[in-house]
């Protein structure tokens, strides 16, 4: 840190070590802190605004009041380094490590298998550790609420709450609901009948260390004495723009808030921290009265309770907890209201920081607490040096009006909450785009109070949050309706009048507009039902109930821990102890991952004259630059230098790719240039300096719908045909035709790309420490920059925290980028994307737009499908190409229709050129084909899962492209899911239960899947492995596939071991290189284990080749003997491993081939309930049958679909991406894009590896990296499926299409009923959207 004068010491403890900061800057947060400065780099960067909990440390202080210390969690990328005055600091490294010992909170959450590429695991172990801390035998409830804040893209989750419910009481080794026996004692029968037994323990429970909670570090007596001293002194820490000063005393701190009245006082930080952050604020002084005795107590009154300012949510709700359980029920109705929302609310470690003074004084228009404390009828207590003073929170104050505010003096010292009384009614209602931890979509706060013994209002209250920029009041319309009586007719009324009084504009930003109006009747719906059916309960005679159908509509959606089995195939008894194959090894780094030793790029350490890049992308989305001023940025403190275009030495257009925009920019988000500086923080100030002038062209293309109007493609359209099309449909009985949207998807891995490169003095070397996909291609693109020969240029790649695709292309770019940056600046460069530049460079998934024409017999035969795919590929080639032809070749998935015409062409748009994501172009494609397989079954009166049955592939077949296949193992995996996951009789529980609820409705759907692995160009199936045996034994193992998360380094350890007959111990793996194996291809298509398996088979085989006759000369010895021998008989210990690849091939002129080597299958079923008022959905249950073949790995395999599952399901339903009309991509980061957390997976979640055979694949195996994901369509259609069912009853019985993702904004538009009819609606034609859709 930079020296200043004047400045306190700042003393806190990290792990048990004094940390003693001479020159603190308030604009150092503690994640920078304990990467940078202490260089603990278990702790992880992966969103810096608090939304994804990868960052996640336990602070500890200590309570003078009540002399406790209190551990709680929190986001260290929110946390300034100068609130920690006294505080102490664990990191993952203080839990535990690999060089001392390991805790057993990271010891289960790895042998459990919770870790995939490891970059959340050390804030997932921090967070269950922390819980431990307070609970050492938490309730299963609590896991799931202290892993809320954490966000996960790899593992599903479900293995990592399965390790934190391994520490509680009621013991979890059962993970059958209900069932009595114990699954983990057991081996499951095979369905079919078949005598094979299959297996249900993916670890060892009896291996888990116990814990012991006496053996963790105390809290630093030094700290309690500092916090005790009596002669405390206010502290001033100086940093190189801003002061912050602690304050000692409330009379301290009121003299210093009159002194400083802009200053922000910092509290939980969660609002100031965003705002600096995000909205570029600054604030030259900071006020810090974190940890005041004054401004933390409870303090309870006949009236009601007054909660210190200081207080965080987590204790606010664990105050109104208490209170709640010792008060009648009937005066605690606000605090009841609250704690509803305070579950949901961020995830733990932001309610442990927020505090309900900040939460109350900021106001954010989204606030889920606000609505409430106002219809409770609220107060402020505000105190300043010239005194007291209260403030009703639900006035003026809460609109914002200036005069009502607190005056610049003055802080909030408390909020007084009263009880209600009988026949008062307040709740709380919210709707987000997921259950917890998102921002509510709107939220509201209701109260009503009636005349003694009646049903006429006195009193009415209504406040919505997040439909306008405050929270509003609906006063008029409360007003409008004191006297009258509780009923329809009233709730008529009050739903018009509060839809006038409330307008949200058609244009207003954050869109959603028509929902949100909806959900503003929706809510006060809600809130009209429970307070009849409180009536009722106080005098059932009087006040008749609400009908018994719509009692569901009350209940939010609980959330459970999830239960569930996983079974696969036993390990043949006869197999030898040491051969690791088939056995559910756990994670090769897993331990690494959960000590936070697994180092990640970011990790390394410094590079001697190191600088750091920042970006500076373009903000239009097709215009010439005018010009580029870099004078003001070059003019700032540690600037080096700005590079463009002007500064790649070779190309800077390689195969469409460009890497500086040069005269033009072709999208939002492509990059102008770079700055390069001594620190990010410094990069990043000048970028924002630096000026360019831009000058539109037209035309400007966003959607596919612009880009076919513009004839705007990228390349060619592929096609495929089988049958005569045409004919057919002249002899069917019905057809139809449809259209279907598919938006994008963002990869969200957590590790954003980051970049280390290094260029050498010598020979114009460059070497590249990168996290990617296909580290030759970043070779190739780097050397092309360089304009040096690709034989200069080495890309080295340990792992990657989670890559899904995107990072098989982009890291070139990227890499490339930083390369022109060392080239020109003669240093390393150390490039980490931010998440929001990442998400907007990046891009991801591709949008589908299709057209159908399907044609079939009333009894649910199709003859005949015609149908077109366009994909938004964005503004260059990237893969877009490929990706159409691998939806044209997979898109019939399952189904045999015999007349069959598919065509697909990539659209050329100015939007940042979308890539590879799992499951490439299949998830988007087979949504179609599962929408009109679902239209067909409407149209015949059928069940889908019926016309899907008629129409399935049964026997040895060919598809459209000729080629054949035995569909087996598909046909077992459907009827098994239909079977095991009692389809019908939960189809017909699912109708008894839409019969008795009007609200609520269930859905079930069984997708079947014909995945496909690798792809249709031989050469890009090759392989190769290099290893080495040294002189002690050891082997060192290289092989051109990368470690993404998918457990591929475990897997070629299980091969290497057989195949040389050592145990795996002997078997390093270090990363992979192009030095070692030259020309790799990409770690994708699902085939990284099959064809770099064979690549490293076949070196084991030559390396046993040589080595056999000195075995058979001395059978009894040891592998270290006969490699010594080897050695003193000059036999090469080293050799290269090669496959050739599938000869896979595809002729689009003839529109035939063998395009992939075999066939993947799959089924799921899902159920679902939906709130038809809301449009929010839960998963009850998901059944998973996948055609695995053998497993080499069922651990590692049962977490990739899992895993594939979660994110296919986040695909299809919550993840949205917002583009504005002019192509800005608003969705930056985890506030506004949101995949599924803990709470999204499944009530009862079981899978299966199915048992078959595949002799083209080693030992048998399958690819599964990607064919998870489809599955996760079964919750889309289960959707599809309850929607149905609520417009059914609601006499709307046409065919409809659901577009995905399945919103919650859907959903709800798509459930019609009284309340989406009477929102006012608006002419499209007359206003210009806040985001438009870009499939
Ligand atoms: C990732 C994330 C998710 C979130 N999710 C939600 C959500 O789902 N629902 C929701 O409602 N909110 C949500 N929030 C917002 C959160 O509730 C607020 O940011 C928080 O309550 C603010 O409290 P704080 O203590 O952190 O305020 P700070 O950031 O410390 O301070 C904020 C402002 O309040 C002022 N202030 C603080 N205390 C006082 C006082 N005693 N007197 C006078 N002024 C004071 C400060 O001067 C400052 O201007 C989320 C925030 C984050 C970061
Ligand atoms: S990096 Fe801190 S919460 Fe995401
Ligand atoms: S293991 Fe959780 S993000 Fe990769």
Same mark, same amino acid.
């Given at each position: 840190?930079?020296?200043?004068?004047?400045?306190?010491?700042?003393?806190?403890?990290?792990?048990?070590?004094?940390?003693?900061?001479?020159?603190?800057?308030?604009?150092?947060?503690?994640?920078?802190?304990?990467?940078?400065?202490?260089?603990?780099?278990?702790?992880?960067? @992966?969103?810096?605004?608090?939304?994804?909990?990868?960052?996640?440390?336990?602070?500890?202080?200590?309570?003078?009041?009540?002399?406790?210390?209190?551990?709680?969690?929190?986001?260290?990328?929110?946390?300034?380094?100068?609130?920690?005055?006294?505080?102490?600091?664990?990191?993952?490294?203080?839990?535990?490590?690999?060089?001392?010992?390991?805790?057993?909170?990271?010891?289960?959450?790895?042998?459990?298998?919770?870790?995939?590429?490891?970059?959340?695991?050390?804030?997932?172990?921090?967070?269950?550790?922390?819980?431990?801390?307070?609970?050492?035998?938490?309730?299963?409830?609590?896991?799931?609420?202290?892993?809320?804040?954490?966000?996960?893209?790899?593992?599903?989750?479900?293995?990592?709450?399965?390790?934190?419910?391994?520490?509680?009481?009621?013991?979890?080794?059962?993970?059958?609901?209900?069932?009595?026996?114990?699954?983990?004692?057991?081996?499951?029968?095979?369905?079919?009948?078949?005598?094979?037994?299959?297996?249900?323990?993916?670890?060892?429970?009896?291996?888990?260390?116990?814990?012991?909670?006496?053996?963790?570090?105390?809290?630093?007596?030094?700290?309690?004495?500092?916090?005790?001293? +009596?002669?405390?002194?206010?502290?001033?820490?100086?940093?190189?723009?801003?002061?912050?000063?602690?304050?000692?005393?409330?009379?301290?701190?009121?003299?210093?808030?009159?002194?400083?009245?802009?200053?922000?006082?910092?509290?939980?930080?969660?609002?100031?921290?965003?705002?600096?952050?995000?909205?570029?604020?600054?604030?030259?002084?900071?006020?810090?009265?974190?940890?005041?005795?004054?401004?933390?107590?409870?303090?309870?009154?006949?009236?009601?309770?007054?909660?210190?300012?200081?207080?965080?949510?987590?204790?606010?709700?664990?105050?109104?907890?208490?209170?709640?359980?010792?008060?009648?029920?009937?005066?605690?109705?606000?605090?009841?209201?609250?704690?509803?929302?305070?579950?949901?609310?961020?995830?733990?470690?932001?309610?442990?920081?927020?505090?309900?003074?900040?939460?109350?004084?900021?106001?954010?228009?989204?606030?889920?607490?606000?609505?409430?404390?106002?219809?409770?009828?609220?107060?402020?207590?505000?105190?300043?040096?010239?005194? !007291?003073?209260?403030? %009703?929170?639900?006035?003026?104050?809460?609109?914002?009006?200036?005069?009502?505010?607190?005056?610049?003096?003055?802080?909030?010292?408390?909020?007084?909450?009263?009880?209600?009384?009988?026949? =008062?009614?307040?709740?709380?209602?919210?709707?987000?785009?997921?259950?917890?931890?998102?921002?509510?979509?709107?939220?509201?706060?209701?109260?009503?109070?009636?005349?003694?013994?009646?049903? $006429?209002?006195?009193?009415?209250?209504?406040?919505?949050?997040?439909?306008?920029?405050?929270?509003?009041? *609906?006063?008029?319309?409360?007003?409008?309706?004191?006297?009258?009586?509780?009923?329809?007719?009233?709730?008529?009324?009050?739903?018009?009048?509060?839809?006038?009084?409330?307008?949200?504009?058609?244009?207003?930003?954050?869109?959603?507009?028509?929902?949100?109006?909806?959900?503003?009747?929706?809510?006060?719906?809600?809130?009209?039902?429970?307070?009849?059916?409180?009536?009722?309960?106080?005098? +059932?005679?009087?006040?008749?109930?609400?009908?018994?159908?719509?009692?569901?509509?009350?209940?939010?959606?609980?959330?459970?821990?999830?239960?569930?089995?996983?079974?696969?195939?036993?390990?043949?008894?006869?197999?030898?102890?040491?051969d690791?194959?088939?056995?559910?090894?756990?994670?090769?780094?897993?331990?690494?991952?959960?000590?936070?030793?697994?180092?990640?790029?970011?990790?390394?350490?410094?590079?001697?004259?190191?600088?750091?890049?920042?970006?500076?992308?373009? $903000?239009?989305?097709?215009?010439?630059?005018?010009?580029?001023?870099?004078?003001?940025?070059?003019?700032?403190?540690?600037?080096?230098?700005?590079?463009?275009?002007?500064?790649?030495?070779?190309?800077?257009?390689?195969?469409?790719?460009?890497?500086?925009?040069?005269?033009?920019?072709?999208?939002?988000?492509?990059?102008?240039?770079?700055?390069?500086?001594?620190?990010?923080?410094?990069?990043?100030?000048?970028?924002?300096?630096?000026?360019?002038?831009?000058?539109?062209?037209?035309?400007?293309?966003?959607?596919?719908?612009?880009?076919?109007? =513009?004839?705007?493609?990228?390349?060619? &359209?592929?096609?495929?045909?089988?049958?005569?099309?045409?004919?057919?449909?002249?002899?069917?009985?019905?057809?139809?035709?449809?259209?279907?949207?598919?938006?994008?998807?963002?990869?969200?891995?957590?590790?954003?790309?980051?970049?280390?490169?290094?260029?050498?003095?010598?020979?114009?070397?460059?070497?590249?420490?990168?996290?990617?996909?296909?580290?030759?291609?970043?070779?190739?693109?780097?050397?092309? @920059?360089?304009?040096?020969?690709?034989?200069?240029?080495?890309?080295?790649?340990?792992?990657?925290?989670? @890559?899904?695709?995107?990072?098989?292309?982009?890291?070139?770019?990227?890499?490339?980028?930083?390369?022109?940056?060392?080239?020109?600046?003669?240093?390393?460069?150390?490039?980490?994307?931010?998440?929001?530049?990442?998400?907007?460079?990046?891009?991801?998934? =591709?949008?589908?737009?299709?057209?159908?024409?399907?044609?079939?017999?009333?009894?649910?035969?199709?003859?005949?499908?015609?149908?077109?795919? /366009?994909?938004?590929?964005?503004?260059?080639?990237?893969?877009?190409?490929?990706?159409?032809?691998?939806?044209?070749?997979?898109?019939?998935?399952?189904?045999?229709?015999?007349?069959?015409?598919?065509?697909?062409?990539?659209?050329?748009?100015?939007?940042?050129?979308?890539?590879?994501?799992?499951?490439?172009?299949?998830?988007?494609?087979?949504?179609?084909?599962?929408?009109?397989?679902?239209?067909?079954?409407?149209?015949?009166?059928?069940?889908?899962?019926?016309?899907?049955?008629?129409?399935?592939?049964?026997?040895?077949?060919? $598809?459209?492209?000729?080629?054949?296949?035995?569909?087996? %193992?598909?046909?077992?995996?459907?009827?098994?899911?239909? !079977?095991?996951?009692?389809?019908?009789?939960?189809?017909?529980?699912?109708?008894?239960?839409?019969?008795?609820?009007?609200?609520?409705?269930?859905?079930?759907?069984?997708?079947?899947?014909?995945?496909?692995?690798?792809?249709?160009? @031989?050469? /890009?199936?090759?392989?190769a492995a290099l290893v080495h045996i040294y002189?002690?034994g050891?082997v060192?193992l290289?092989h051109?596939?990368?470690?993404?998360?998918?457990?591929?380094?475990?897997?070629?350890?299980?091969v290497a071991s057989r195949e040389l007959n050592i145990?795996?111990?002997k078997i =390093?793996?270090?990363?992979?290189?192009?030095?070692?194996? +030259?020309?790799?291809?990409?770690?994708?298509?699902?085939?990284?284990?099959?064809?770099?398996g064979r690549a490293v088979q076949n070196a084991c085989q030559i390396l046993m080749s040589r080595l056999e006759p000195i075995i058979k000369k001395n059978p !009894?010895g040891?592998w270290e003997d006969w490699v010594a021998k080897a050695f003193a008989e000059s036999i090469s210990l080293s050799a290269t491993g090669y496959y050739k690849?599938?000869?896979?091939?595809?002729?689009?002129?003839?529109?035939?081939? &063998? *395009?992939?080597?075999?066939?993947?299958?799959?089924?799921?079923?899902?159920?679902?309930?939906?709130?038809?008022?809301?449009?929010?959905?839960?998963?009850?249950?998901?059944?998973?049958?996948?055609?695995?073949?053998?497993?080499?790995?069922? *651990?590692?395999?049962?977490?990739?679909?899992?895993?594939?599952?979660?994110?296919?399901?986040?695909?299809?339903?919550? &993840?949205?991406?917002?583009?504005?009309?002019?192509?800005?991509?608003?969705?930056?980061?985890?506030?506004?894009?949101?995949?599924?957390?803990?709470?999204?997976?499944?009530?009862?979640?079981?899978?299966?590896?199915?048992?078959?055979?595949?002799?083209?694949?080693i030992y048998?195996?399958?690819?599964?990296?990607?064919?998870?994901?489809?599955?996760?369509? *079964?919750?889309?259609?289960?959707?599809?499926?309850?929607?149905?069912?609520?417009?059914?009853?609601?006499?709307?019985?046409?065919?409809?299409?659901?577009?995905?993702?399945?919103? +919650?904004?859907?959903?709800?538009?798509?459930?019609?009923?009284?309340?989406?009819?009477?929102?006012?609606?608006?002419?499209?034609?007359?206003?210009?959207?806040?985001?438009?859709?870009?499939?």
């Amino acid at each position: 840190m930079p020296s200043h004068h004047n400045s306190d010491e700042l003393i806190f403890f990290v792990n048990g070590r004094k940390v003693v900061e001479k020159h603190a800057d308030p604009e150092v947060n503690l994640l920078q802190y304990l990467r940078k400065v202490l260089r603990l780099t278990g702790t992880k960067y @992966a969103c810096g605004g608090g939304g994804c909990g990868a960052c996640t440390v336990m602070l500890s202080r200590y309570n003078v009041k009540t002399k406790k210390i209190h551990h709680y969690p929190v986001t260290a990328c929110l946390v300034p380094v100068c609130s920690l005055h006294g505080a102490a600091v664990t990191t993952v490294e203080g839990v535990g490590s690999i060089k001392t010992r390991i805790h057993p909170v990271q010891e289960r959450l790895a042998k459990c298998h919770g870790t995939q590429c490891g970059f959340c695991s050390p804030g997932m172990v921090m967070s269950i550790y922390t819980l431990l801390r307070n609970h050492p035998e938490p309730t299963p409830e609590q896991i799931m609420e202290a892993l809320g804040g954490n966000l996960c893209r790899c593992t599903g989750y479900r293995p990592i709450v399965e390790s934190g419910k391994t520490f509680c009481v009621e013991s979890t080794i059962c993970q059958v609901k209900g069932t009595g026996k114990c699954c983990m004692d057991q081996e499951e029968k095979s369905s079919l009948g078949s005598q094979e037994k299959l297996c249900t323990k993916l670890y060892n429970e009896d291996e888990f260390q116990p814990l012991d909670p006496s053996q963790e570090p105390i809290f630093p007596p030094e700290l309690i004495r500092m916090a005790e001293d +009596p002669k405390k002194r206010r502290l001033t820490f100086q940093g190189e723009r801003t002061t912050w000063i602690t304050p000692v005393t409330l009379e301290d701190l009121l003299e210093l808030r009159a002194k400083f009245p802009k200053a922000p006082l910092v509290m939980g930080n969660t609002t100031v921290g965003h705002n600096i952050k995000f909205e570029d604020k600054f604030y030259p002084v900071f006020l810090s009265p974190l940890g005041l005795p004054e401004l933390y107590f409870v303090n309870t009154t006949d009236d009601g309770v007054t909660i210190g300012a200081g207080y965080s949510l987590a204790q606010l709700n664990d105050a109104l907890q208490f209170i709640v359980s010792e008060q009648p029920k009937e005066r605690t109705k606000t605090f009841r209201a609250l704690l509803s929302h305070l579950r949901t609310l961020a995830g733990a470690q932001i309610r442990n920081m927020a505090t309900v003074g900040g939460h109350v004084v900021t106001r954010p228009r989204f606030s889920d607490l606000n609505p409430i404390l106002a219809a409770g009828n609220a107060i402020i207590n505000l105190i300043s040096k010239e005194g !007291e003073r209260q403030i %009703p929170l639900n006035g003026p104050f809460l609109e914002g009006s200036p005069e009502a505010d607190l005056k610049p003096e003055e802080i909030v010292l408390s909020v007084f909450i009263p009880y209600t009384a009988q026949g =008062h009614f307040v709740l709380g209602l919210r709707q987000a785009q997921r259950q917890e931890n998102a921002f509510a979509i709107v939220n509201a706060g209701m109260s009503v109070k009636f005349e003694d013994g009646t049903s $006429t209002i006195k009193d009415l209250q209504m406040f919505y949050g997040s439909v306008a920029s405050t929270v509003v009041a *609906a006063k008029q319309t409360c007003q409008r309706l004191l006297g009258r009586s509780w009923d329809d007719q009233m709730l008529g009324d009050a739903c018009r009048l509060v839809l006038d009084e409330i307008y949200i504009p058609p244009a207003a930003k954050g869109g959603m507009v028509e929902y949100k109006r909806t959900l503003i009747v929706s809510l006060l719906f809600k809130f009209y039902l429970k307070v009849r059916q409180g009536l009722n309960k106080m005098d +059932p005679k009087k006040f008749p109930d609400i009908p018994e159908t719509y009692l569901s509509a009350l209940e939010d959606f609980p959330i459970e821990t999830p239960q569930g089995i996983q079974m696969f195939q036993c390990v043949d008894p006869a197999q030898p102890l040491q051969d690791p194959v088939g056995h559910p090894i756990m994670h090769q780094s897993a331990i690494k991952h959960a000590t936070g030793e697994a180092v990640f790029i970011d990790d390394m350490p410094a590079v001697d004259q190191e600088l750091y890049l920042a970006v500076v992308t373009s $903000t239009r989305a097709h215009a010439n630059i005018i010009s580029i001023d870099t004078s003001e940025a070059l003019a700032l403190p540690g600037v080096v230098d700005v590079i463009t275009a002007e500064d790649v030495p070779g190309e800077n257009n390689h195969k469409g790719e460009i890497f500086y925009a040069k005269n033009e920019v072709i999208c939002v988000g492509q990059i102008v240039c770079t700055v390069a500086a001594d620190t990010y923080a410094h990069a990043k100030a000048a970028a924002k300096k630096v000026r360019i002038a831009y000058e539109d062209i037209e035309p400007r293309i966003i959607t596919i719908k612009q880009a076919l109007e =513009h004839n705007s493609f990228l390349s060619v &359209e592929r096609k495929i045909e089988q049958g005569n099309v045409e004919q057919a449909f002249k002899h069917v009985d019905q057809i139809i035709e449809g259209e279907i949207h598919v938006e994008g998807q963002e990869h969200f891995y957590m590790e954003t790309q980051t970049v280390l490169a290094i260029p050498k003095e010598e020979d114009k070397e460059m070497v590249l420490h990168l996290g990617t996909q296909f580290p030759t291609h970043v070779q190739e693109y780097v050397a092309a @920059a360089l304009n040096v020969p690709r034989s200069r240029v080495a890309c080295h790649m340990k792992r990657a925290g989670g @890559a899904f695709g995107g990072k098989v292309t982009k890291p070139a770019l990227l890499g490339a980028v930083s390369a022109v940056a060392a080239n020109k600046t003669g240093r390393p460069i150390r490039f980490i994307l931010e998440r929001g530049d990442d998400m907007l460079i990046t891009a991801g998934r =591709h949008p589908l737009f299709a057209k159908y024409k399907v044609g079939f017999m009333n009894n649910g035969v199709i003859k005949a499908a015609d149908v077109e795919y /366009y994909i938004n590929g964005g503004c260059t080639p990237d893969e877009s190409e490929l990706v159409t032809e691998f939806i044209v070749l997979k898109s019939e998935n399952a189904y045999d229709i015999p007349n069959f015409r598919c065509r697909g062409r990539p659209c050329k748009t100015n939007l940042p050129s979308n890539t590879a994501f799992r499951g490439f172009g299949f998830p988007q494609a087979t949504v179609v084909v599962e929408s009109y397989i679902t239209a067909v079954a409407s149209q015949c009166n059928l069940l889908p899962e019926e016309v899907k049955e008629i129409n399935m592939y049964k026997k040895s077949s060919k $598809t459209a492209y000729n080629q054949k296949f035995n569909p087996e %193992p598909l046909r077992r995996c459907w009827k098994d899911c239909l !079977e095991k996951s009692s389809f019908h009789a939960r189809k017909k529980a699912a109708e008894e239960f839409n019969k008795k609820n009007y609200w609520k409705k269930r859905g079930l759907a069984v997708v079947p899947m014909k995945f496909t692995i690798g792809v249709p160009i @031989a050469y /890009y199936n090759q392989a190769a492995a290099l290893v080495h045996i040294y002189m002690d034994g050891s082997v060192l193992l290289t092989h051109g596939g990368c470690e993404l998360g998918q457990g591929l380094h475990t897997k070629m350890i299980q091969v290497a071991s057989r195949e040389l007959n050592i145990p795996k111990s002997k078997i =390093h793996l270090s990363e992979t290189s192009t030095v070692t194996v +030259p020309n790799a291809l990409f770690t994708a298509g699902s085939m990284g284990a099959d064809v770099n398996g064979r690549a490293v088979q076949n070196a084991c085989q030559i390396l046993m080749s040589r080595l056999e006759p000195i075995i058979k000369k001395n059978p !009894e010895g040891k592998w270290e003997d006969w490699v010594a021998k080897a050695f003193a008989e000059s036999i090469s210990l080293s050799a290269t491993g090669y496959y050739k690849g599938y000869q896979t091939n595809m002729d689009w002129e003839k529109e035939e081939g &063998e *395009a992939y080597p075999y066939f993947v299958y799959g089924a799921s079923c899902a159920e679902v309930e939906v709130d038809c008022l809301t449009g929010a959905h839960k998963l009850l249950r998901t059944d998973i049958f996948m055609d695995a073949a053998f497993s080499i790995n069922p *651990a590692v395999d049962i977490g990739q679909v899992e895993g594939a599952f979660i994110q296919g399901m986040g695909f299809y339903t919550i &993840e949205e991406l917002k583009y504005s009309p002019e192509g800005v991509l608003y969705s930056r980061g985890p506030d506004d894009y949101k995949i599924p957390t803990v709470t999204e997976i499944p009530e009862e979640f079981y899978i299966t590896l199915v048992h078959s055979r595949n002799p083209i694949a080693i030992y048998s195996s399958k690819g599964l990296g990607e064919a998870g994901m489809f599955l996760g369509s *079964a919750v889309f259609f289960a959707i599809y499926d309850a929607v149905a069912a609520a417009r059914r009853e609601r006499g709307l019985t046409k065919t409809f299409t659901l577009s995905s993702p399945a919103t +919650p904004e859907l959903i709800r538009m798509t459930c019609v009923d009284q309340f989406t009819d009477m929102i006012p609606r608006d002419d499209p034609s007359t206003f210009t959207p806040w985001s438009i859709h870009v499939s």
